[in-house]
């Protein structure tokens, strides 16, 4: 079964430190996304992506944070300056159309800021 | 606006005891999508089922089983004879087609199946 590839699986940086996750969503999906989970709390939406834009953000993507598609395989989300509350799971996820395919997220990357 | 909302921080239970999960919503949309998904403590996300909106039948896949009413925006989760194998956090999620596309989730019930 096509699956959503993340790594690194964990990541430790030093705050200020700037990161990159990497995400290979399912090479037929046109939507991919990025969302948070600190731990305990419940799964956030940070960013849509489609036709090579964003197409929503949330409160919580602000300047510090992009996204990129930077070939036809990877989705990357950077955190140019990183802060102690950054310290989060990150799940990136892809889906064929609007919901209606289905949602399929990665293993996350668990990223720890010290 | 949408919101999920899942009452039910935590639920302990002895093995073999049925436990329902409750997953109440809120959308605009006359369109939307509610999900389930299994956060075990290894960290992932794991899909259960997706519903649309359109589609009220019941689901059972072998020991779970979803029940979904439009009438009370409900869309609750039952595991039939439950086993320590199902300690885990669910999360009950929803999207729509107006109000964005993206996954909304519930804060997640945690589930402690005891032997």
């Known amino acids: ?16 430190q700037e990161v990159i996750l990497r995400c290979v969503p399912i090479s037929n999906h046109l939507y991919f996304y990025w969302y948070r989970q600190i731990l305990g709390q419940k799964v956030e939406f940070l960013v849509s992506f489609y036709n090579n834009e964003i197409s929503e953000k949330s409160e919580i993507f602000d300047d510090q944070f992009s996204v990129e598609r930077p070939d036809g395989s990877n989705f990357t989300l950077k955190i140019r300056s990183t802060k102690l509350e950054d310290s989060a799971m990150y799940f990136c996820a892809s889906s064929e159309g609007q919901g209606r395919g289905g949602y399929t997220f990665g293993s996350g990357t668990r990223l720890t800021v010290v | 606006a949408q919101k999920v909302t899942q009452a039910q921080t935590e639920i302990s ?3 073999k005891e049925d436990v329902t999960l409750d997953c109440v919503y809120e959308t605009r949309d006359t369109t939307y999508y509610l999900f389930w998904y299994k956060q075990p403590p290894s960290g992932e996300l794991v899909f259960l089922i997706r519903r649309n909106s359109f589609d009220e039948q019941n689901e059972i896949s072998g020991r779970y089983s979803w029940n979904f009413q439009k009438s009370t925006s409900s869309f609750n989760f039952t595991i039939t004879a439950s086993q320590v194998v199902d300690s885990a956090v669910y999360f009950c999620a929803l999207s729509g087609l107006v109000y964005g596309n993206k996954l909304v989730f519930g804060a997640g019930t945690i589930l402690r199946v005891k032997s």
Request: glycine fraction near 6%; charge should be negative; proline fraction near 11%.
């Open chain 1, 1 to 16: 079964e096509p699956e959503v590839t993340q790594t690194p699986s964990h990541q430790v940086t030093q705050m200020g």
């Open chain 2, 13 to 15: 239970v002895v093995e």
